[in-house]
C-alpha cells in the first residue's frame, strides 16, 4: 500500500479520528504544547544583567525559533518519547481489551492491513506531536523575540529561512527517530491485551536505552540502542550540516521501524483473539 | 450446499483444554440453525474458529462454500457477525462505531455509508440513541448495537453468539421477530444460545454441543421425534387405571398419588380413554404430555441448561 493510497483509504481517516479525536490524546497535546509556551515566557522575562555587553543570550534571543529549538531539546528524554510510547502501546492491545478486535476482523479486515493502518497513525501522530512542540515555540519565539538571524552552533549566523529551514529538518529527523519508537511500541501492543502495560513497557525501554547511553563501558552497544542518535539533531544546526551521525540516525530508525514492524506482523497474523 | 460446513474442527489450548473436539457442523443454506449447550460447552470457541478469530489445532471448514481462512477476504463481507456479546468504542457515539466498521470493509459503498448506518440503528430501534456515546448505553442497547452491525449490508450468512443475551422481554421478541424476517428473505442464521425455548421457537435446525462435542445434529422435527409423548391420567383409584394400562400394553407405568403416567407408545389416546371407563376407572383428568425437547437435552448433555460446564 503506498502512501497516498494509505492517506486516501477511509479505514485510516477512521483510524487518525480514533486517535485524535479523543480528550485524552488532546490532554497529552497541550501538556506538549505547554513547554514551548513556558520557556518563551520565561526567555521574555530574562533581563541580561547590564555590562554584560553583547552576550551570547542576546545573540540567541535575537532570533524566535531558539524557543521551539529549546523546547524539543527539553521534551525528547521524556515528554515526546511517552507520548509515542501511549498512542503506539494503544494501538492493538487497546482494541484487544475492548474486545474490539473480534468485531474488526470479520468485517473482515485483514491483519498485516490493520497493522499497516495503525502504524501509519502513530506515525502521523509522532509527526504531529514534534510540528506541534515547534510551531508553538517558533509563533510565540518570533512574536515575542523577532525574526532575525539564526545562530548555528558552529557560531556563524544563518538568514532567517534558512533557520528555518533547519528547524523544519530537526523535526522531520527526530519524527524518523521517535517513529522507530512507534514500532517498537507496535510491537509490544501486539503482546498483551494490557494497553497499560504495552504503554509503559515501551517507555522503559526507551528509559534504558538512555540509561545504557551514559555507561560508558557499554560503548560496544551504543551505536545500537535506538535513543542512541536522537539528539545528533544538533548536527543539522551546525553550518555546514554534519551529516555523520544524522545519516546514522537515519538508518537506525529505519532499521528499528522495519524489525518492529515485521515481528509485530509475525507476531500477531499468527495469533488468536481471545478477547 | 451448506452454509457452514466444518471437518473435525478442533480447538486444544495451550493449558491443555481441548475446548472444540472434532465437530463436524452442517448448517444447511436457508436453515435457522440452534446451535445449543450449556455455558462452557465450546460455542463460543468454535464462533471463533469459524470467524477465522483463532486457528484451529485440527479440522478445516468453509463459510458459504469458501475454504477458511485462504478464502475469508471472500467469504466474510457476506457473513454478519456477533462474537461473545457487545464490544465497541465506549467515547464513540453508537453511530460512530458503526461508521468506523463500515469504513474497514473495503467492499463497502463509502457513498451509502450515513443511509445504511441509520437504517441499521434504526432497525434494531436505536436511532434515537444513535448520537449518545456507547458507555452510556444500557446492556440491552449495546446488545442491539452489536446486532445492529450485522444489518450494515445484506448477508448471506449470520452467525450470532447469544443474540438476545441481556434484552428485556420485548427486546427478546424483537430480535426473534427481526432474525424470523431476515431468515424468510433467505439468509441462514446460526444462533449460539444455552436457552432451549429460545432455539425451540425460531430454529429448523439444532447443534447441541457437550464438552466440546457436538453431540446432536438434526431438523428439529427429527430431534422431536425421537422423543416419546406420555399419557398422564388423574384418578381416584390409581392402581385400577395402572391396571388397566399395563393391561393394554402401555410400558413404563409409574403411580404418584392421584397420578398415573405411562409411556403412550403407538397405542391412540383416545383407545386409551374407551379402555379406562370401560373398566369403570373414575378419570378426573388425561392429559397426553408431548415431546419434550428440554428433557432430551438434558439427557444429551448430563445437566441442566443454566449449569456451567
Not at chain 2, 196 to 207: D, F, T, Y
Request: aromatic content about 6%.
Amino acid at each position: 500500500m503506498s502512501v497516498a493510497e494509505l492517506l486516501r483509504a477511509r479505514f485510516f481517516r477512521s483510524e487518525v479520528w480514533l486517535i485524535f479525536g479523543r480528550r485524552r490524546n488532546w490532554a497529552g497535546l497541550a501538556v506538549l504544547a505547554a513547554v514551548p509556551i513556558i520557556i518563551a515566557i520565561a526567555a521574555a522575562n530574562t533581563t541580561p544583567a547590564p555590562g554584560d555587553g553583547p552576550d551570547f543570550f542576546a545573540n540567541i534571543t535575537a532570533n524566535g525559533l531558539f524557543v521551539a529549538l529549546t523546547a524539543i531539546v527539553l521534551e525528547l528524554p521524556l515528554f515526546l518519547p511517552l507520548a509515542v510510547s501511549a498512542i503506539a502501546g494503544d494501538s492493538v492491545a487497546g482494541e484487544a481489551n475492548l474486545g474490539t478486535l473480534r468485531y474488526l476482523l470479520p468485517v473482515p479486515v485483514h491483519r498485516l492491513r490493520l497493522l499497516t493502518i495503525k502504524f501509519g497513525a502513530i506515525a502521523l501522530f509522532t509527526v504531529a506531536a514534534v510540528f506541534l512542540v515547534a510551531a508553538v515555540g517558533t509563533v510565540l519565539g518570533l512574536a515575542l523575540f523577532g525574526t532575525g538571524p539564526m545562530l548555528t552552533l558552529s557560531g556563524t549566523e544563518l538568514p532567517f529561512w534558512s533557520g528555518v529551514l533547519r528547524v523544519v529538518l530537526v523535526c522531520l529527523y527526530l519524527s524518523m527517530c521517535l517513529i522507530g519508537l512507534g514500532a517498537i511500541g507496535l510491537f509490544v501492543s501486539t503482546l498483551t491485551e494490557q494497553p497499560l502495560g504495552a504503554q509503559i513497557a515501551t517507555l522503559m525501554l526507551t528509559i534504558a536505552s538512555y540509561i545504557l547511553d551514559q555507561i560508558p563501558q557499554l560503548s560496544g552497544i551504543h551505536q545500537y540502542l535506538p535513543t542512541h542518535y536522537w539528539l545528533a539533531f544538533g548536527d543539522l544546526l551546525r553550518d555546514p550540516i554534519a551529516w555523520g551521525s544524522i545519516s546514522g540516525g537515519i538508518l537506525s530508525a529505519a532499521c528499528y521501524s522495519v524489525i518492529f514492524f515485521g515481528a509485530a506482523c509475525a507476531r500477531f497474523t499468527t495469533r488468536d483473539i481471545s478477547s | 450446499m451448506n452454509a457452514v460446513s466444518s471437518e473435525g474442527l478442533t480447538k486444544r489450548f495451550r493449558s491443555g483444554q481441548v475446548a472444540v473436539n472434532a465437530i463436524d457442523l452442517a448448517v444447511p443454506t436457508g436453515s435457522v440453525y440452534g446451535f445449543l449447550g450449556p455455558n462452557g460447552s465450546g460455542k463460543t470457541t468454535t464462533i471463533r474458529l469459524l470467524l477465522g478469530l483463532i486457528r484451529p489445532t485440527a479440522g478445516s471448514h468453509t463459510l458459504l462454500g469458501e475454504p477458511m481462512p485462504a478464502k475469508a477476504a471472500r467469504a466474510l463481507p457476506r457473513v454478519g457477525s456477533l462474537v461473545e456479546g457487545p464490544a465497541f468504542h465506549p467515547y464513540l457515539s453508537g453511530r460512530d462505531n458503526l461508521r468506523r466498521l463500515d469504513a474497514a470493509d473495503r467492499t463497502a459503498d463509502p457513498r451509502t455509508v450515513d443511509k445504511r448506518v441509520d437504517a441499521a440503528l434504526d432497525r434494531v430501534g436505536l436511532l434515537a440513541a444513535a448520537r449518545k456515546r456507547y458507555r452510556a448505553y444500557s446492556l440491552g442497547m449495546r446488545q442491539r448495537l452489536a446486532i445492529a452491525v450485522t444489518l450494515l449490508r445484506p448477508r448471506e450468512l449470520l452467525i450470532l453468539d447469544e443474540p438476545t443475551n441481556g434484552l428485556d422481554p420485548q427486546g427478546t421478541r424483537e430480535v426473534r421477530a427481526l432474525l424470523t424476517s431476515l431468515a424468510a428473505s433467505g439468509t441462514t442464521v446460526m444462533l449460539s444460545s444455552h436457552l432451549l425455548s429460545e432455539v425451540e421457537q425460531i430454529c429448523s435446525h439444532v447443534g447441541v454441543m457437550h464438552l466440546g462435542r457436538l453431540v446432536a445434529q438434526s431438523t428439529v422435527e427429527a430431534l422431536r421425534a425421537q422423543t416419546v409423548p406420555r399419557v398422564q391420567v388423574r384418578t381416584g383409584h390409581p392402581a385400577a387405571a395402572a391396571g388397566t394400562l399395563t393391561s393394554l400394553g402401555l410400558a413404563e407405568v409409574t403411580v404418584d398419588g392421584d397420578t398415573v403416567t405411562a409411556l403412550l407408545g403407538g397405542a391412540a389416546p383416545e383407545k386409551v380413554v374407551a379402555a379406562l371407563v370401560g373398566d369403570d376407572v373414575p378419570v378426573r383428568g388425561f392429559v397426553v404430555l408431548e415431546a419434550d425437547l428440554e428433557e432430551m437435552f438434558v439427557s444429551l448433555t448430563g445437566e441442566g441448561f443454566d449449569v456451567s460446564g
